[in-house]
């Protein structure tokens, strides 16, 4: 019962900003499963492996992140990153196989249900959170905590897709 999860960077021409954006994505294959996903309240990266916390709490383990999604998150999106929970479990009729998460780029490499997220036919909440670049994950003094982040769904997002349900 794994927790799916995919990074890559929406280029702004295509949200119509001035500015590329980093997301880090995390969904469930079944309903019951939605509620084991933690609210990441911020991300710490070394190198291109980032490791997402709950307050000063690590969660889910190491991602690879590409050269593109950490230079993104540093130089255009002002240390920061897009956090998507995904509220629906990811579909079981579209094939979940993860993308070459290194990659950081639109494409085949994503996995399918993706555009279904960013269509909005898979409910979702997202939060931008503060990423911190270090040398140790447990290294607290260096990780950018926001201690008045919600750990608690619905009052953890910035944003809730879509909106109103």
Not at 49 to 72: I, K, N, R
């Amino acid at each position: 019962m794994p927790i799916h999860y995919t990074t890559f960077v929406m280029p702004g021409a295509v949200m119509g900003m001035p500015h590329d954006t980093p997301f880090f994505v995390l969904g469930a294959e079944f309903k019951e499963e939605l509620g084991s996903i933690p609210a990441v309240t911020s991300l710490h990266r070394i190198e291109n492996q980032m490791m997402p916390y709950s307050h000063a709490s690590m969660v889910l383990g190491e991602v690879p992140v590409s050269d593109l999604w950490a230079t993104t998150s540093t130089e255009q999106y002002d240390g920061r990153a897009k956090v998507v929970i995904l509220r629906d479990p990811v579909p079981h009729d579209v094939d979940t196989k993860y993308a070459e998460l290194t990659e950081g780029v639109l494409g085949p490499d994503l996995p399918p249900w993706l555009g279904l997220m960013l269509a909005g036919e898979i409910r979702s909440y997202s939060r931008d959170v503060p990423v911190t670049v270090g040398r140790d994950f447990a290294d607290v003094m260096s990780i950018g905590i926001d201690p008045s982040a919600p750990t608690t769904f619905p009052a953890w997002a910035h944003q809730v897709i879509p909106p109103g349900s």
